[in-house]
RNA sequence: GGAGAGGUGGCGGAGUGGUCGAACGCGUCGGUCUCGAAAACCGAAGUACCCGCAAGGGUACCGUGGGUUCGAAUCCCACCCUCUCCGCCA
């Protein structure tokens, strides 16, 4: 959601985010709504005003025994023109914040111009791509563990779907549980466990609706699965007030995601890279505008903490403004190496969104002894995708026997399992 | 699912047609008092929007949306939500 009052104080600027993003200029349309909006508005107001002081005027000579009725006449003729100014105001903003909500949020100024995910830059490479002869991919090495099957998931619910069992049904809890710890325990990160379906009002905070409700299940009565915990951990703060001193909150939850995958049909199809259903640590912190740059690194810090501890290779980019998802001002990804594919792949994005959702939400705080409130700032960060991780720690650790050795830091969580190998 | 009760400011809780943006209490903030604190006393304090350079003025909001009325927190209708009891259930 854009504020129309910086749109006012500076459409140009306005309009350059947006040519970043490759939308056409339209802060003049915007205005123009705006404009009249305002006048009508005002014009109502006025109305308004004369309306009640009318009406108390009524009453008192009513109370007196005085003659009311220019009065009376007066309010009926209000009457007859408020309508008309309220239908269409209400027509106008309406209007004016299907158009604010609609366009994605401004890029930070540096973040690096660019059409598509070829432009996005490397920022830093972490650990060397590990080379093994004849890499097997997950799925390979998974489906020859027994431990891993799309057939059976398919004869439950379709592709898209994967049932874990055994030591993989184990490493995936070991490695939600993993993540938690070093959030909680590291980054002070508050746990939570939210709800999974959500109303209209919690998608539209975050920026899910309205555009993007081919991406989501909804429920027949109406509720929606989340895609990602971003979604019930942002909006516990919506039509919050919150104290400045507090800031920053850290919450952090591992829950399933859900997402309909609808226009990626062909893309990732074999294995449980994309998968309808998967596990996801995510994490967000609401802060001050001060402090959310700063947030910012320190999330993504905490996402690369967890790959560096299970001594997987990855590599962090920065995004580029075309390549960015709709709410965020600035975004890193992660890509975990993954032999099997011979490739960096996504296990992480960690997202500033500045104040695009706090004023969608109405998240406010109040600084200390001020009295105005401002909208807080909100990021999110996956921390990481468990299902993907799972991937990665199959191709990295595989060996030639087809077992797979299990990272150090991931033992305690398996009861001090070395490695699952088939049988095991 | 059945029956009942209720949704008012940070909280509790008055208020059934007109000076009600809303009594009162608690909590919060500022001050007086005090060596300091407590108590007591005095005072301040909702959110959003519009007009205005400003000072200031105005509008809306008492779960949500409609309606009646010159005038609605108060009356009418619909919906949502919460709580209690019963049933069912992880």
Redesign the pocket.
């Known amino acids: 959601m854009h504020d129309?009052?910086s749109i006012r104080d500076n459409p140009a600027a306005f309009d350059a985010g947006m040519a970043r993003r490759g939308v056409e200029p339209l802060s003049s349309r915007i205005l123009e709504l705006d404009q009249e909006r305002?006048s009508c508005?005002?014009q109502?107001?006025?109305l308004?005003?004369r309306?009640?002081?009318?009406?108390?005027l009524?009453?008192a000579y009513?109370k007196d025994g005085k003659d009311a009725q220019p009065l009376?006449d007066e309010?009926?003729a209000i009457?007859e023109k408020m309508p008309q100014l309220e239908e269409r105001e209400k027509e106008l903003g309406a209007e004016l914040d299907r158009i604010l909500a609609s366009y994605p949020n401004i890029p930070a100024p540096d973040v690096p111009d660019g059409k598509d995910e070829h432009d996005n830059v490397e920022i830093r490479r972490i650990g060397i791509p590990t080379e093994i002869a004849g890499a097997r991919q997950h799925f390979e090495l998974g489906e020859a563990l027994g431990l891993m099957s799309f057939d059976l998931a398919a004869k439950l619910s379709g592709a898209r779907f994967t049932v874990l069992r055994g030591q993989l049904a184990r490493l995936e809890r070991a490695l939600g549980d993993f993540m938690l710890d070093i959030h909680t325990t590291e980054y002070g990160y508050e746990e939570v466990s939210p709800p999974l379906l959500v109303k209209d009002d919690a998608a539209f905070g975050t920026g899910q609706l309205p555009k993007f409700t081919e991406d989501l299940f909804q429920t027949t009565n109406g509720f929606w699965l989340i895609p990602t915990a971003e979604v019930p951990l942002t909006n516990l703060v919506n039509d919050a007030?919150l104290d400045g001193e507090e800031l920053p909150l850290r919450l952090t939850a591992r829950t399933p995601c859900f997402r309909s995958e609808a226009g990626s049909a062909g893309r990732d199809t074999r294995g449980m890279i994309r998968q309808h259903q998967f596990y996801k640590v995510e994490m967000v912190s609401i802060t001050r505008p001060d402090q959310s740059a700063a947030e910012h690194e320190r999330m993504t810090d905490a996402a690369e903490t967890v790959l560096k501890r299970l001594g997987l290779p990855f590599r962090t980019v920065t995004l580029c403004s075309g390549d960015m998802g709709f709410t965020a001002q600035k975004t890193y990804d992660i890509e975990v190496w993954l032999p099997g594919q011979g490739a960096y792949r996504e296990i992480s994005s960690c997202s500033n969104c500045g104040d695009f959702q706090a004023r969608r939400m109405k998240a406010?705080f109040?600084a200390k002894g001020e009295?105005?409130?401002q909208f807080v700032h909100t990021l999110n960060g996956s921390g990481t995708a468990v299902g993907r991780c799972l991937i990665a720690v199959l191709e990295n650790y595989q060996q030639a026997d087809g077992s797979i050795l299990i990272p150090e830091a991931l033992r305690p969580y398996m009861g001090g399992l070395e490695r699952i190998a088939a049988h095991g």
């Open positions: 129309i009052r305002r508005q005002t109502a107001q006025e308004q005003a309306r009640n002081e009318a009406s108390k009524i009453g009513k009376l309010v009926a009457k007030i406010r109040r009295k105005a409130t």
